[in-house]
């Protein structure tokens, strides 16, 4: 066995830069990119992988990455999790695949039972199993509309939630996700979100909730709504965290109109903000609720999971999929659940906020080009503005990115304008490369904004 695979105990937990940033290598490989990938796919840094542990990313230069991005919220546990890891080997060499609707397994099995545990609620709750993000949401809008016998779903303003057809519906940002996809599909509605930063002083949490619910209820019709589905922080949309109230006045509604409160916690899901699920820190229990990401220490799995009389009534058949509930992204899940367990990720979530927040703070102080600083747990966002006003800056936003991962630390922008920093880094990153990667960013404010 070799030693790149047994997790963070081989890669030094250190940033370290021996060429450029990217190296000959990485400009190598990334010519052969633009020559054989579709140029559709993204690229946030133009960096190969060799490695990857800890809160560390080893490129093919040799150059060692401070990970605040964790692949999107993925590998919470760090990547390569040595549990993740041995787990995954021991089960891929037992057997890869059956189709668990052909010849069902345990893992699928133990892997809802995980589910009904640490999902919000104490009721009877069933899960089933998929591959991505996007897929989970479109099997939670399967399950609404069949549960409620309605066709409507109501969205927010700023949400993402995939790239599918039905989920492009659901997103609200046209440029990169819809832009030239369309037709997209119909009985989506979409209200606007509580957004303190940018909402009119004054508008609380339960008057956001209003002003959403009187549009739904003059324009579409309480009765006909399947479900509300909310991420109770946005992701892509900029860690849009809304008011306090806000989620308990929609899921209150959802009750007494009998639709689905469905919150969408691919990203903010599994210890990421402080708490098994987001929802949690105002006691707000969903319906059904959508899981990815951090589920599987970097494999591909997604869940929804909710009340079991909701979940059984689809047919037998009505839900499922080749590869949904693979074996060897159900064992890599049940490793992760185990670690965020054992070494209580939830509160490292806590801790990394604590480090960040009176961080991110001083630099706001120090700048005037950050107009807010916001987030929970590990899921941290700064928006960047032109001095003085609210006037999104995309452009300092992206040279910012960029001046940090030239100095080797992976940062992420999101943002229905582009203008937010956001950081994920793994629950298991050590303090100091925390600091040394703040650090990173304060120079890279100084250079391209000019703080002290
Ligand atoms: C990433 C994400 C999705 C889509 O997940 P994929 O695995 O990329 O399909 C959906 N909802 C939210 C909130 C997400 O962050």
Redesign the pocket.
């Known amino acids: 066995m070799t030693d790149v695979l047994t997790g963070p105990a081989s890669v030094t937990q250190e940033r370290r830069l021996v060429t450029e940033v990217p190296g000959p290598r990485s400009r190598e490989l990334l010519e052969r990119r633009t020559a054989a990938v579709a140029s559709g796919v993204g690229l946030t840094l133009p960096v190969f992988v060799e490695r990857a542990g800890g809160g560390v990313v080893v490129d093919v230069d040799g150059n060692s990455l401070i990970d605040l991005g964790s692949g ?2 993925v590998v919470s546990v760090g990547n390569a999790a040595p549990r993740v890891v041995e787990a995954v080997q021991a089960q891929v060499a037992a057997f890869t695949h059956t189709c668990f609707m052909v010849t069902p397994y345990e893992g699928y099995v133990a892997v809802c039972e995980e589910l009904s545990r640490v999902t919000p609620g104490d009721h009877a709750k069933k899960s089933a199993l998929f591959n ?6 479109e099997n939670a809008v399967k399950i609404a509309r069949h549960a409620t016998g309605r066709q409507a779903i109501v969205v927010f303003d700023h949400a ?5 057809n039905l ?1 492009m519906a659901l997103t609200a940002k046209n440029m990169p996700y819809k832009q030239g996809f369309g037709p997209f599909a119909t009985e989506v509605y979409r209200v606007p979100m509580s957004y303190p930063y940018r909402d009119e002083p004054g508008l609380t949490g339960p008057k956001a909730a209003a002003r959403a619910l009187a549009l739904v209820e003059a324009q579409v019709g309480a009765g006909n709504v399947a479900g509300v589905l909310i ?1 109770p922080i ?3 949309g900029g860690f849009v965290v809304p008011a306090e109230g806000f989620l308990p006045a929609i899921a209150d509604w959802c009750r007494a109109s009998g639709a689905l409160f469905v919150a ?5 899901g599994f210890c990421r903000t402080g708490d098994w699920f987001a929802c949690e820190a105002e006691g707000v229990v969903p319906d059904l609720i ?1 899981t ?2 951090g589920i599987a220490g970097g494999l ?1 799995l ?1 869940a929804v999971t909710g009340r079991a009389e909701l979940m059984d009534a689809v047919h037998s058949g009505g839900l499922g999929g080749t590869y949904g509930g693979n074996p060897v992204a159900c064992a890599a899940a049940l490793a992760t659940i185990q670690t965020m367990r054992e070494q209580d990720l939830a509160g490292a979530a806590r801790a990394i906020e604590a480090t960040m927040l009176p961080r991110l703070r001083a630099l706001q102080e120090r700048t005037g080009v950050i107009g807010d600083v916001r987030g929970r747990g590990a899921m941290i966002a700064i928006e960047l503005v032109r001095p003085g006003t609210s006037e999104p800056d995309a452009e300092l936003t992206g040279r910012i990115a960029r001046a940090c991962h030239a100095q080797g630390v992976v940062v992420l922008t999101a943002g229905t304008y582009g203008n937010v920093l956001r950081f994920l880094p793994p629950l298991v990153i050590g303090e100091h490369l925390l600091t040394e990667a703040l650090d990173v960013l304060d120079a890279a404010f100084a250079q391209e904004a000019g703080a002290r």
Not at 160 to 164: E, N
């Open positions: 999107i919220a991505s993000g996007a897929e989970a949401v993402y939630h995939g790239r599918t989920t991420e946005q992701g892509e969408d916690e691919i990203q903010t959508t990815a990401k591909p997604a």
